[in-house]
């Protein structure tokens, strides 16, 4: 692949990146604007407030305004990097979001790190040791991870290690790298777990694949050792499915966060993210939207110019079906 | 040449595939049929009302009465667990269903007539890919209010697309063979083509896509009601009890534990007999 | 469990905890308390500005359960309004018997029906060393006043603040108010610098600026998703405080509060809302729960049918037994009750025996299924009915209990869960839509009036909670008449009518009084209760000397 193409790949990326939060923020605001409550019963909670403070409230989210004017109002701000302050908190939405995403990054990368470790080790043994006890073992606790979402693997890790052998805290992010590494590691493995599972098999059958390759067998015949042939054919070849595959991880985590951040109080993005839903939060929720889908996007993107790196022969097609 | 003797094919690979299932997979319907029984008549099998409230009688551990003990308001865990299956099955078998149905039909059409269905069938998908979907129906069902059938209903309408893009796939696959050509130049009409000839033989896809659709959906439905957007507040959800009893892990872990291993051992039934399906479905593939 | 765990400030939620306890609570009005830290004598408050203790305690490890987002006390701030008072003080306090006491003011003078006069007290002192005057007063009050505060509800009868001299501030009211003469005492009532403020005025209470007052612990550092750091202020007028360094951080819930207690992370929770699911967790004999003047009601739309029918409702007020209610609140509700308005707040209009005779009089709904299914007979519904009862995140448990209740009249309750906001929008929305609701206040101010909120028609514009939308001529004239004395005889003819119209036309079922919780293992806090927060109430917290584990 020329280096023309992937820049022609890269911007067409973008393109489709700057058509997709285009649509994505006009169903957002489209979503809340019919959403039952408004930004300003949120703010008041219920207590008590005076007529001039609704009023003064309701011409200041503009919520007066007709419904396209309100977007472009939006809009206009949002063009130049400006999302507003939430209106439930009334901090700026980038400062809150700011300060979450530390702890949200935080534990997607070590359940990044845990999933491949978990996923691809345990999927190259069954795959070398195939048909034999362990393979057979390691296939069929990968299915029971497979099917256990993360919130009841969260709640069964937090029971054994937290509450049954309290090894691990219960709740809480902690403070500084090994503190964080400690308090995260139970809410990183409930993440990880379903997703290396999907990865273990995933990487078990690209290496299966690969070991019946004959190039693999004239290597062999060459008189090549078995763990010189492992490492400098088998393993390069069997990993490409394995990296394209893992660009679309972080779509998991995201969601799967939600739900982990539920279950060990962590305070992150997720949570934050329903919050907003929930309180009409117009402008955090957009942010949000819009952070969540460049994330994701550009982490596909990555991954696809992963593939390329690794694999040469790939002649990039753009979009295949 | 016959409208029947075009369809041959798929008809003769059927009987030659025809095996019985190993005994993990026996166990796995075994467990499923167990589960579905349950669904059904729940309330009337469980030894209390799962409703009942005895708030005296709260956070009881399991005793010969209560098997699985009572939670915050005193009632009986295990009545609420077999309650609790309907809600776990009844919505991912309506998600399954209707999104075999409309996922066939967009797939076929994608895959056969291609041009604007096809189009934006895959821009859908785009979508899709682009956002995970359960993150979409958090924040929809969020910002709704949530509620069981609105998750269903959300749930249906961003499955239907990753259902159809598997059928256009499979579709594709069989456009150029012989035997659609063949009925073509019979003068048999598209949708005949598409409804009698190819459907047949990518119904063995669609069954296998659709059993891996429920379990995906049961996984997602219960993470709603996990999150407080899916069931209803008191009706018995597998999902709900996990996290309205967590606080109960020191108490009675049971009470949060149970619900959270019948969604797992129920997924893991499910994928393993999506599997089966699948892997017959592919060696057929194979011995053709 | 859902995600959204900040609680609103007006309603901190029943949440559906568990606990080792069984939920019996006793059925006192007044009292009930869980937990080992009912079992021994907290002591009573100090003089103004004193510290109860005098033990040296170098750090206090506090938990809050949500964030404080800003300082600012005209902004909707989660947990703002329990760290606030730390830095920023009130012109007076409330003390334990429900009396005015002096606190930034040392004299105050109602000078005539609606003139108030305070007195700053001397020596008084920001952290920047400059002097309190009137003017920092006046300005404060005037912005918690602005339309745009969201404490402007509580300033609403006043015309104006001055500052005739440097130590004296005059507040004239539109119209005579009762209830004013506890505003300066309240923690919307909280004295900040009129400088800093002016000067930081986009930025005021953020957590880069904080905010600057002449409380004992000063503001160094707020992370609205962590925590706050506080020092001692050493020359604070009440003398240096013994705590040398607050550190308060934040939770997403109770449960992991909970475990940051039972891990030693913290010292204390001043306030915990689901008492016995937190104790269970934090390992047991950590909360203490006294009552406050809030009630938790149920409130039925007496303009909509078939709640319109007064028998339907009264029947309703039969068939709750309150005690279940109480119980399935696991340790938030401080025992039964059955009149909107708590004694608590009666209490100042009389004497003892005087308030007690003119209660016994007000007719009550006791539990009693007979005269529930007698009073529905007599509805224009006899046979029952189905309705849908919406429950904002916590409020389910309760909820349940109460479907549960009426499912034995025959009336069908289908609980219709719905986000704080979309519950917000609901009680506070058009009056004709109003729902059938469980509703907690979450808190209260130390007058009669405080239940004015559900009452009305002033109260039925949007974003106020006459949530019933029971608005009679006679009780709008009632509620005016209340606030237009401060006699106390009238007052209290006043409110036992109020209570008796209310008993008339039940809009509202009372069903318990609600508590207020904090928990610790090695502290207390003395004189907690409903207005702990409106006092630096660290100044209260005590070393606990029996029983400690």
Redesign the interface.
Known sequence: MTGRAILLMIGKRLVALVVLVAILSFLVFSLVHIAPGTAVDAYLGGKPATPELVQLLTERYHLDEPFFTQYWLWLKDALVFDFGESTLTTLPVTDEIGIRLGPSAFLAVYAYVLTMILGVVPGIIAALRQRKLLDRGLVAGAVVALSTPPFVMGILLLYLFAVLVPIFPAAGRGEGFFDQLWHLTLPALALALCVAAFLLRHTRASMINVLDQDYIMFARARGLSWGHVLVRYAFRNALIPVVTVSGALLAFFFAGAVFVEATFSLGGIGELLVQSAQTSDMPMIQALAILIAVLIVLSNLLADLAYVAIDPRIRFEGRSA | MTEAAVTAPQQLTRRRTKSRPPLLIGLCLGFMTLVLIVAVFGAALAPHDP?Q?N??G??APPSAEHWLGT???GRDVFSRMLAGARSAIMGPLVIAVVAMICGNLLGLLAGYRAGLVDSLLMRWV??M????S??II???A??????YWLAVALLTLLTIPTDARVMR?AT?EQVPRPYVEAAKTLGVSNGRIMVRHIWPNIAATAVANSVIIF?GSL?AI??LS????GA???TPDW?QM????????????VA??AP??A??LT??A???IG?WVYEKMSRRGAAR | MTVARRRSLALTTVALLGAAAVAACSGGGAGGSAGSGATHQVPQVAGPGESVTDTEIPQLDVGLSGAVNTLDPTLRSDSGIYVQPLGMEALLRIGPDGELQPWLASEWEQVSDTVYEYTLREGVTFWDGTELTSEDVKYSWEYLAAPESRRANFYSSVQSIDAPDERTVRVTLKQPDASWQYTPAMFYAIVFQKEHAEQNAATFGQPGTLAIGTGPWKFDSLNPTSGMELSAYEDYWGGEPPVERVSVTFFADDNSMALALRAGEIDIAPLVNGPEGFDAAAGGGTVTTVPTCGTALLSLPTQTAPWDDVHVRRAVAYAINREDVVAATQGRASGPLDLLISPILMRPLGSDDEVQAALDEVERYPYDPEAAAAELARSGSPDGFSATIPAYPGAEAATQVIAAQLAELGIDLRIDPVGDTEWFGAVSGPPDQRPLTFSETGACSPDPSWNDIWLGSANLAQGSTNVANWAPADVDQLLAAGLATQDPAERLGIYTNLLHRLSEDVPYVPLYAEGTTYASTTYDIAGYGSFWYSTPWVLNVVPRTDGAS
């Open positions: 409703a409230q708030v005296l709260s956070l939670d915050g308001l785009d979508l890919v682009a956002i995970p359960l993150l958090i924040v929809v969020g910002a709704l209010g949530g509620g796939a594709l379990a996984v219960a993470g996990f999150l407080g957007l209803e507040p008191g999902g996990l996290s309205e009893n967590q606080p109960l892990l020191f108490t009675n872990p949060s534990i959270g291993i969604i797992a997924a893991t499910v994928n393993l599997d």
